[in-house]
């Protein structure tokens, strides 16, 4: 079982907001990172310690943490944004890392 | 641009050991203080993280996989070695080879293979 918890599905009209939220202990501790992955492709990296975007990731994009929640808000959602998207962080002993279930997002 | 290209069998029988190799050009894995990580993916399941290998030379792995992983590095190569033993069924999943950084409070996983399917069969 994962240490870090997702909704397993969210949808959102096309152009409308959407948050993305990742529960767990370690949070209070570490904070989350956050990965896009589409079918048949790799994970990418879409956000990252304090709200902080890669290279290249749209700034309609904005990540946030509060006690033990990380979120992920897409602000603006495009077609492009479909996807699964998981977060990452270490475990509460700070020894291992571990991905929350994944949220599937879909724009309607 | 860094990449990791990953190799091996994409088949295996039960009860074998799983090795994978994933390669890595545009930069030398010993040119930062970074953490070579496997990570699987079973079919249409989320991402399991099953360990590193980092520049100190240390590893760490999943506490559940523990027991049956091994994960090493080849610098003259600039490639990484993972082990896996006792595979069963459950073991099917594409893996996946990534680079990882830590900062303070935070870690990222910011380049990505673009995965093997490796299939147990009995």
């Known amino acids: 079982s994962s240490e870090l918890t997702q909704d397993p599905a969210v949808s959102v009209a096309l152009g409308q907001s959407v948050k993305i939220t990742c529960r767990g202990d370690?949070?209070?501790?570490?904070?989350a990172s956050w990965y896009l992955q589409k079918p048949g492709q790799a994970p990418v990296l879409v956000m990252y310690?304090?709200?902080k975007r890669p290279s290249g990731i749209p700034d309609r994009f904005s990540g946030s943490s509060s006690g033990n929640t990380a979120s992920l808000t897409i602000t603006g959602a495009q077609a492009e944004d479909e996807g699964d998207y998981y977060c990452n962080s270490r475990d509460s002993s700070g020894n291992h890392l571990v991905f929350g279930g994944g949220t599937k997002v879909t724009v309607l | 641009q860094v990449q990791l290209q990953e190799s091996g069998p994409g088949l295996v029988k039960s009860s074998q050991t799983l090795s994978l190799t994933c390669s890595v050009s545009g930069d030398s894995i010993t040119s930062g203080d970074y953490y070579w990580n496997w990570i699987r993916q079973s079919p249409g399941k989320g991402l399991e993280w099953i360990g590193y290998s980092y520049n100190s030379g240390g590893t760490s792995y999943n506490p559940s996989l523990k027991s049956r992983v091994a994960i090493s590095v080849d610098t003259s190569k600039n490639q990484i070695f993972l082990k896996l033993s006792s595979l069963t069924a459950a073991d099917t999943a594409v893996y996946y080879c990534?680079?990882?950084?830590?900062?303070?409070?935070?870690?990222?996983?910011?380049?990505w293979g673009q995965g093997t399917l490796v299939t147990v069969s009995s």
């Open positions: 990534a680079r990882g950084e830590t900062y303070t409070g935070f870690y990222v996983f910011d380049q």
């Open positions: 310690g304090k709200n």
């Open positions: 370690s949070l209070r501790i570490y904070f």
